[in-house]
């Protein structure tokens, strides 16, 4: 104990000054130095029941990989988490660790928790700078394996396959692989190429990935296994966006955020000559007040947006946003219009547009106060109307940012595949086994839009059900 670094506080992030990171894509957190690293480390105690790895969906030996950066050990703390992660660079950045593993961590109970997510990051950012080393593919056991889609899920559940000799193909609907970590998160949030790499280290594995192939729509289910392949992992994610359901919602200038965020990131939307261009200044108004409102508003702050709301019809202690993330948007300027909903958008109509001359441009948006009043059924109290308090907010831009749902295509074009009323597939808890023989599932396709690290946890899941059936 004599190494322990009694500090209360834990060693903060290096970011880029709030002003000058507003105007730019690069990534906020700068990273630990190896000296930061050593010296958080040795913030932790080791503790003997390792509450910490109870937090974490993927069961990383936490402890272990900490005590390896305690030695300055940085690759074996690398080889560590890959035991239990094959995205260790993607989970130090985006995990929510303050409410799992961090969450559970014994310094934090008189102080800040130990930085675990930051130590991943850094580990995982000297590995992939330092080792040159391509992982060496294990034997073939003559079996193959389908997985749809690259998101998380699907990426880990490939990744574990592989390392038992499976032969993996994942299927990706669009044209770079990644899934929610390419076209949902930032660049400034989730760097590319960190995903790329963390791709790379799969394709070494010998993991196939074909992309522009929409599952559902190019092959079936049904086509895969006439394809010779033994079993099926469906990691499609929730693709679905949801809206409100309020007039003007047709209007253009009003997107979903998976639109939002995907034409900033795969298509290149924050060029000077944009191809598919999204907004160019003015102002924004981002519905909702999860992680994704939060991305979508900062992007938007960076594609050179005057002004940029958040409007949430909750309070700041309500927001479901990551503690951290809702700090750098306040530094960057972010508006938060908190216990205020959306009732109306405006616009004008264009006749020039023949499907439909309401189809007009964004010209604002009604909104009403809120107050809140008794808890709902999952004990948060339920926003109410204040009457006569309705206002208007001059913008010309909407991004609606309150969730996403399963895409229906899968299950329209497979029989046998049983989904709950919210779209997700059903599966078995342990297993991820679906209604249907050699088809499992797992992530925000059973879910809906949850967690990277829980969907890593349910392609891991799968893969041990899947090893286990073809097996047996």
């Known amino acids: 104990m004599a190494d322990v670094n009694k500090s209360k506080v834990k060693n903060p992030m290096p ?54 950066i305690k030695e300055s050990d940085f690759e074996g703390a690398y080889q560590i988490i890959s035991q239990s992660s094959s995205l260790p660079a993607v989970c130090g950045r985006v995990c929510p660790q303050e409410s799992q593993c961090e969450c559970e961590c014994v310094r934090g109970k008189k102080g800040d928790p130990v930085g675990i997510g930051r130590l991943e990051r850094f580990v995982a950012d000297w590995h992939n700078e330092h080792n040159t080393e391509k992982p060496v593919p294990a034997a073939s056991n003559g079996k193959r394996v389908a997985v749809v889609g690259s998101g998380p899920s699907g990426l880990t559940c490939a990744g574990d396959l592989a390392r038992k000799g499976y032969k993996v193909t994942v299927f990706e609907a669009l044209h770079t692989a990644g899934g929610v970590l390419v076209y949902g998160i930032p660049e400034f949030r989730l760097p590319k190429a960190i995903v790329q790499k963390e791709v790379d280290n799969l394709k070494d594995l010998g993991v196939d990935v074909e992309t522009n192939i929409i599952i559902g729509k190019t092959l079936t289910v049904d086509e895969l296994f006439e394809k010779g392949y033994d079993a099926v992992f469906i990691g499609s994610g929730a693709g679905l966006p949801n809206f409100m359901g309020i007039p003007g919602e047709a209007y253009k200038g009003v997107y979903s955020a998976n639109e ?16 598919t261009p999204i907004m160019k200044g003015g102002r924004v108004a981002v519905v909702g007040g999860g992680n994704v409102a939060m991305d979508a508003a900062r992007t938007a702050l960076r594609l050179g947006a005057d002004k940029v709301y958040i409007v949430y019809r909750r ?24 216990l205020n909903n959306p009732i109306e958008i405006l616009g004008y109509e264009n006749p020039d547009d023949k499907r439909d001359p309401k189809n007009g441009f964004v010209t604002g948006m009604r909104c009403i106060q809120m107050e809140l009043g008794e808890p709902d059924e999952n004990g948060r109290r339920r926003p109410v109307p204040i009457p006569g308090s309705e206002f208007l907010l001059d913008v010309d831009t909407v991004v609606i940012s309150i969730g996403t749902s399963p895409n229906p295509l899968i299950k329209s074009t497979t029989e046998g595949l049983e989904v709950n009323r919210h779209g997700g597939f059903i599966v078995e808890e342990d297993t991820g086994a679906t209604s249907r023989k050699g088809v499992y599932a797992g992530g925000d396709a059973v879910t809906g839009a949850a967690t990277v690290i829980s969907a890593m946890g349910a392609g891991k899941t799968a893969a041990k059900a899947i090893d286990e059936y073809l097996k047996g």
């Open 15 to 68: 970011t880029q000054e709030a002003k000058v990171r507003a105007g730019n894509f690069q990534e906020v957190a700068l990273g630990y130095t190896q000296e930061t690293a050593v010296d958080e480390a040795r913030r932790c105690l080791n503790c003997k029941n390792s509450p910490c790895v109870n937090g974490c969906p993927v069961n990383i030996h936490i402890p272990e990989f900490i005590e390896k």
């Open 260 to 275: 939002f965020l995907t034409r900033s990131n795969l298509m290149k939307a924050y060029r000077d000559d944009p191809v």
């Open 315 to 338: 309070s700041m202690e309500e927001l479901p946003a990551r503690k951290e993330e809702v700090e750098h948007a306040i530094e960057e300027g972010i508006d938060f219009r908190l």
